[in-house]
């Protein structure tokens, strides 16, 4: 049976580039021979948004890389979904791990946010993933369906939400999960929403592998039947991006 998922590859530029870098990496997006079978979405510094918003053809969505849980008001430093649809952006990814471990968030926090981004129309790359530690203390699974059901207890229709399964200890270390390793945590997770949720949004949504993903690994890991796409983060300033997301072509 084909794949009823479209291959989803965003790129994350946490907080990097500056307005020449943001014009190289554009060009290289817009004048790059990308696989229309993948959906495309850069994420890049708040305060970059309408210029990359502007500047990028329209087979690349923009993605802010986080969100307030409400429309307005006192929140210094806050940004809220109302405005990323204001000025024409479609996505956010909440709950990164650097939100989660840097910042402090929780799930109840993340879930709150996702619901409000929701409901105000911006689609949602949710993160989750385990950190080293859990890993090797075999909590995996645990980990990664409590962070699950926080978000999914927040959502009553997935059609706007891409999971993004992004183990800790494969950010920004070079080191990558194996393809294995990716596919029997989405294999879990995909098992864990059919159960929890329904088994129709179980096959319908995206879940996404981030961590260290480079134009070497993609293949393999874009190869495993649950690896519906990539959250990259280093290799997303990179031109090798172009070549990530043709993973499945
Ligand atoms: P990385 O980051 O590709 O640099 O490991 C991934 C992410 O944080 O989304």
């Not at 689609?123 to 989750?128: D, E, L, S, Y």
């Not at 992004?166 to 080191?175: D, F, L, N, R, S």
């Amino acid at each position: 049976m084909a794949n009823p998922r479209k291959f989803f590859v965003g790129g994350n530029w946490k907080m990097n580039g500056d307005k020449a870098s943001i014009d190289g990496i554009l060009q290289c997006l817009n004048d790059g021979d990308l696989s229309a079978n993948t959906e495309v979405v850069v994420s890049p510094p708040a305060i970059y948004l309408g210029y990359v918003k502007q500047n990028a053809k329209n087979n690349i969505s923009v993605a802010a890389q986080n969100c307030y849980k409400v429309p307005k008001g006192a929140f210094t430093g806050e940004i809220s979904p109302a405005m990323l649809k204001d000025v024409g952006i479609e996505w956010v990814i909440l709950g990164h791990s650097e939100r989660r471990h840097v910042f402090g968030e929780t799930d109840d926090l993340i879930a709150q946010k996702v619901a409000h981004a929701l409901s105000v129309g911006i689609k949602v790359i949710a993160c989750i993933g385990e950190k080293l530690e859990e890993r090797e203390a075999g909590h995996t699974e645990e980990v990664v369906f409590r962070q699950t059901k926080a978000i999914a207890d927040a959502i009553t229709d997935w059609t706007n939400v891409v999971v993004a399964y992004e183990p800790v200890w494969a950010i920004g270390t070079g080191k990558t999960a194996t393809p294995q390793q990716a596919q029997d945590v989405h294999d879990s997770l995909r098992k864990w929403m059919s159960e929890n949720i329904s088994p129709a949004v179980a096959t319908s949504t995206r879940i996404i592998y981030g961590g260290s993903v480079n134009a070497g690994n993609c293949r393999e890991l874009a190869g495993q039947a649950d690896v519906d796409g990539f959250l990259v983060g280093g290799a997303s300033l990179k031109p090798e991006f172009v070549q990530i997301i043709n993973a499945r072509r």
